[in-house]
Nanobody, 115 residues
Framework: QVQLVESGGGLVQAGGSLRLSCTAS????????MSWYRQVPGKERELVGR????????RLADSAEGRFTLSRDNAKNTMYLQMNSLKPEDTAVYYC????????WGQGTQVTVSS
């Protein structure tokens, strides 16, 4: 069983930056593909980006291109999402997911970008 905990969310002004962390416990996720998703009320959860076990970015949403960077530190069992040049439309709850033969989700962290 894998438990995921997101952190680093908060309130930031437009143009600012945040770094989200997703830390896993229960077992190593170094061989898991990991992803960041986000969701706003009334809308479907959408993929922000996906990273391979070795740290290659497999997918990045068009809305994140040039502004967001995914990374991971397998020694710390942690994945990161560096978000720069934040916009009000980035406001959402951000979730991480770890997937192998099973999927595991975190509880989410709120990001609010004020204009």
């Amino acid at each position: 069983q894998v438990q995921l905990v997101e952190s680093g969310g908060g309130l930031v002004q437009a143009g600012g930056s945040l770094r989200l962390s997703c830390t896993a416990s229960g077992r190593s996720v170094s061989d898991y593909v990991m992803s960041w998703y986000r969701q706003v009320p009334g809308k479907e959860r959408e993929l922000v980006g996906r990273i391979s076990p070795r740290g290659w970015t497999l997918r990045l949403a068009d809305s994140a291109e040039g502004r967001f960077t995914l990374s991971r530190d397998n020694a710390k069992n942690t994945m990161y999402l560096q978000m720069n040049s934040l916009k009000p439309e980035d406001t959402a709850v951000y979730y991480c997911k770890a997937e192998s033969t099973m999927e595991y989700w975190g509880q989410g962290t709120q990001v609010t970008v004020s204009s």
